[in-house]
C-alpha cells in the first residue's frame, strides 16, 4: 500500500480521462484525500465528474496553483507551455509541477515557468485508466530526491513508477507508452487463432485476455526471467514447442523489437519539433 502524502494537496490542469484516473486512484488508495484534490478544465462536465467524488473545482490554472502544493500538467501538449505561463506569477519554490503530456521534455516547462522551479515529466500509459499503469518519470529544475520520492508514491498508488534520465524517456514511449497497443494486437489475434480453432469469439478473447494478465502476473511476481517461465511450458516434442517454433519462422520477436526501437525513434523526432 503506498504511503499516504500528508500535508499535501494536488491539483490538475486539464481534467481528463487519465487526470481522472489518477485522481480517483490516489483517493481510491488512500494517499490523498479527495478535498485535497483540485482540477479546472474548459469542459464543465469534466469538472463535474471531479466534484461528484469530492474534489475542488476551480476557473483556472492560476487558482490551482494559489490552493494546492502539487500540479499536475494533464492538456494536450501543445498548450504545456501555455498553462505554465498563465499559472507563473503565483508558482512558488514549495510547488511541484508534473507534465504528463507525451513529447514535451523538460525544456519547454523549464522556459515557460523559471529556472528556480520544481518540474518533472513523467510518461504514464493506458493502463493507468484501471490501475495498472507503467510509468517513467525524470527530474528537472530544482526537483530534489525528497520531490521524486513524492511523486513515486502518488503513481504507485495507480501502478508502476520508475526514474530514467529524460533521454531514456523516448525508449520509455516505444515499450511502455505504445506498448498497451502491442498487446492489444497480440490478444487479438490469439484471439482470432482461437475462433479460427473453433472457440466462441467471447470465450476465445476472454481465454487470450486472462492467459497474458496471468503471464504478465507471473513475470512480476516470482521475479523469474520470461525466458525461463517459458521453458516451463514448453515440454519435448509438445504442442506449445511447436506453436513457439512458428511465432520464431514469422519472426514476431523481431517484429515486437521492432516495435519499441521504431516508437522510440518517432517519439525523439516528436520532440525535437
Same mark, same amino acid.
Given at each position: ?8 494537496k494536488v ?19 488512500k ?25 475542488? #473545482?476551480?476557473? *483556472? =490554472?492560476?487558482?490551482? $496553483?494559489?490552493?494546492?502544493?502539487i @500540479?499536475f500538467?494533464?492538456?494536450?501538449? %501543445?498548450? !504545456? ?27 519547454v ?19 493507468c ?12 529544475g ?12 502518488l ?18 514511449t ?14 487479438? #489475434?490469439?484471439? *482470432? =487463432?482461437?475462433?479460427k $480453432?473453433?472457440l466462441?469469439?467471447? @470465450? ?5 485476455? %486472462?492467459? !497474458?494478465?496471468g503471464?504478465a ?53 516528436l520532440?525535437?519539433?
Amino acid at each position: 500500500m503506498p504511503s499516504k502524502i500528508d500535508g499535501k494537496k494536488v491539483g490538475f490542469v486539464g481534467a481528463g480521462a487519465m487526470a481522472e484516473a489518477l485522481a480517483r486512484g490516489f483517493v481510491d488508495k488512500k494517499v490523498i484525500e479527495s478535498s485535497d484534490i483540485w482540477c479546472c478544465d474548459p469542459s464543465k462536465s469534466r469538472m463535474d465528474v471531479f466534484t461528484d467524488f469530492g474534489a475542488n #473545482a476551480v476557473k *483556472d =490554472g492560476s487558482e490551482i $496553483a494559489q490552493n494546492v502544493d502539487i @500540479i499536475f500538467i494533464s492538456v494536450k501538449p %501543445q498548450y !504545456v507551455g501555455v498553462v505554465i505561463k498563465e499559472m507563473k506569477p503565483h508558482l512558488t519554490g514549495k510547488h511541484i509541477m508534473v507534465s504528463i503530456a507525451a513529447g514535451i521534455p523538460l525544456s519547454v516547462m523549464k522556459d515557460a515557468a523559471g529556472e528556480d522551479k520544481k518540474i518533472i515529466r513523467v510518461m504514464p500509459n493506458t493502463p493507468c485508466l484501471v490501475g495498472e499503469v507503467a510509468s517513467a518519470m525524470c527530474l528537472g529544475g530544482r526537483a530534489t530526491e525528497e520531490d521524486s520520492k513524492i511523486i513515486k508514491t502518488l503513481f504507485s498508488a495507480v501502478g508502476f513508477c520508475c526514474v530514467v534520465d529524460e533521454k531514456l524517456l523516448s525508449a520509455v514511449t516505444g515499450l511502455s507508452g505504445s506498448g498497451p497497443a502491442y498487446v492489444f494486437v497480440m490478444i487479438e #489475434a490469439m484471439a *482470432d =487463432g482461437g475462433v479460427k $480453432a473453433g472457440l466462441p469469439r467471447d @470465450i476465445a478473447q476472454q481465454l487470450a485476455a %486472462q492467459t !497474458v494478465f496471468g503471464s504478465a502476473k507471473m513475470v512480476l511476481q516470482t521475479g523469474k526471467h520470461p525466458g525461463q517461465l517459458k521453458d516451463m511450458v514448453t515440454s519435448p516434442a509438445g504442442t506449445t514447442i511447436a506453436g513457439v517454433h512458428e511465432l520464431e519462422k514469422a519472426g514476431v520477436r523481431a517484429a515486437f523489437m521492432n516495435a519499441v526501437t521504431v516508437a522510440a525513434t518517432k517519439a525523439d523526432s516528436l520532440a525535437s519539433i
